[in-house]
């Protein structure tokens, strides 16, 4: 009988109901800083980080995967504790060495099978698929089968985002130094989406209220077309509460029976996404 955990990084941003499950283990993403690095979330809060995100601030924070020591040390606990399985979910590889890692410590603890799962998405969109892991271990599911399921969830899976300065994504490499700098000479604000795991412009427009009207038409289309299904959304952002209040409110008024998740992005991704910056994610649970 096989005995499945979960091991997810930190750029999930799950709640503290998630955090807490046994069979459930995170490793931090990192921030170096003026020479000195800190793991998200435990050295170093949300709030205390965004200051460093500000315009004035001249000293541009890095960010790392999780060393593959922390998630060799995950792994061997998990085998000390009789579990035969591992799913591990990572934030997209194509901005991230975190999958990559996850394959490695992999051949590093004998004993346990890992079954690294590359989300090709972030925060909390990526922690959908956690939430699938463990409905799909309390149904009784194998590894194979739990993989096959969360790669078909992709299929009816969409994260959409804006962001105030694409400067903050290009100076992480997250984005091409043209695409950044296009956009903000012309003053536009480009819907970003994950396409083949790494941002890119999903459509460029204008103004920010023409924005967030094209990510509602997006939605309600992938909804006239779910409606029957188990529907969830989340809704996040970095110190952008008017605007994420905005957005619960349409979708509470326009989609009632829509699961909401509304939170903050957490320093790891604030650092590539600036402040004021809005996402939208949705899939069927």
């Not at 109901?17 to 800083?33: G, S």
């Not at 409110?249 to 992005?265: A, F, G, R, S, T």
Request: with cysteine.
């Amino acid at each position: 009988m096989k005995k499945i955990a979960i091991l997810v990084d930190s750029t999930a941003y799950l709640t503290e109901e998630f955090r807490k499950k046994e069979n459930l283990r995170v490793v931090y993403l990192t921030i170096t800083l003026a020479g000195r690095t800190r793991r998200e979330l435990l050295d170093i809060k949300l709030d205390e980080y965004q200051k460093y995100l500000t315009a004035e601030n001249k000293v541009f924070p890095t960010t790392s995967q999780p060393p593959i020591g922390e998630v060799v040390i995950a792994l061997e606990k998990f085998k000390e504790e009789g579990y035969t399985d591992v799913i591990a979910i990572g934030l997209s590889s194509g901005i991230s060495g975190t999958y990559s890692s996850y394959n490695t410590a992999a051949l590093m603890v004998a004993g346990i099978n890992v079954h690294p799962f590359d989300s090709e998405v972030s925060c909390q969109a990526e922690g959908f698929y956690v939430t699938k892991t463990c409905k799909l271990i309390e149904e009784g599911k194998n590894p194979k089968e739990i993989i096959a399921e969360l790669n078909e969830m992709k299929k009816n899976s969409k994260a959409l985002f804006i962001v105030d300065d694409l400067s903050h994504l290009q100076r992480g490499g997250r984005l091409s130094q043209t695409q950044a700098l296009v956009g903000n000479l012309l003053q536009v604000k480009p819907i970003l989406h994950f396409d083949n795991k790494v941002i890119v412009p999903y459509q460029k427009i204008r103004t920010y209220k023409k924005a967030i009207n094209k990510i509602y038409e997006v939605f309600g289309e992938f909804y006239s077309e779910n409606k029957e299904k188990n529907i969830h959304v989340c809704i996040i952002h970095t110190k952008a509460e008017d605007r994420a209040d905005d957005m619960e409110d349409y979708i509470k008024e326009n989609y009632p029976d829509v699961k909401i998740l509304k939170d903050e992005i957490g320093p790891v991704i604030a650092t590539h996404l600036g402040l004021g910056a809005i996402g939208f994610a949705w899939t069927v649970l």
